[in-house]
Nanobody, 124 residues
Framework: VQLQASGGGLAQPGGSLRLSCTTSASTNNDRAMGWFRQAPGKEREFVAALRWGGGRTVYADSVKGRFTISRDNAKNTVYLQMNSLKPEDTAVYYC??????????????????WGRGTQVTVSS
C-alpha cells in the first residue's frame, strides 16, 4: 500500500490549506485513515482520523472546530481541510492508514502505513 500526500505549503495565520492523501489500497469500508503531525523538536501527535465507511470521525482537541477530515470514495482520497491556521500548526503532516478501525486511533503505532509527509508552515 502506498499513500501519496500533497497540499502542504505556506499559509498566513488565520489562513487555510487543504491536504490530500490518495491510497493505493482497494476499497475497505472498515479501514482507518487519518493524519499525524510532527513539529521540530516535538513528538509526533495525532491530528484527525476517520473510518472509511462512515460512522467515526475524530479530532485532536487542538484542531477541533478548525480542521475537517473527509474522504472521496471514488478517488480513494482522504482530505484534511485546515482553517484558522495558527503558527503552532506548523509541522510535517503524515497521512496514515490502518486496515481496520481501532479505538486506539490516536496511537501512532496502531497504523500500518505512512505517507512521506508534507510540510505545513504557518507564518506571517
Amino acid at each position: 500500500v502506498q499513500l501519496q500526500a500533497s497540499g502542504g505549503g505556506l499559509a498566513q495565520p488565520g489562513g487555510s490549506l487543504r491536504l490530500s492523501c490518495t491510497t493505493s489500497a482497494s476499497t475497505n469500508n472498515d479501514r482507518a485513515m487519518g493524519w499525524f503531525r510532527q513539529a521540530p523538536g516535538k513528538e509526533r501527535e495525532f491530528v484527525a482520523a476517520l473510518r472509511w465507511g462512515g460512522g467515526r470521525t475524530v479530532y485532536a482537541d487542538s484542531v477541533k472546530g478548525r480542521f475537517t477530515i473527509s474522504r472521496d470514495n471514488a478517488k480513494n482520497t482522504v482530505y484534511l481541510q485546515m482553517n484558522s491556521l495558527k503558527p503552532e500548526d506548523t509541522a510535517v503532516y503524515y497521512c496514515v492508514q490502518r486496515t481496520r478501525w481501532t479505538i486506539a486511533f490516536a496511537r501512532s503505532d496502531e497504523y500500518d502505513y505512512w505517507g512521506r509527509g508534507t510540510q505545513v508552515t504557518v507564518s506571517s
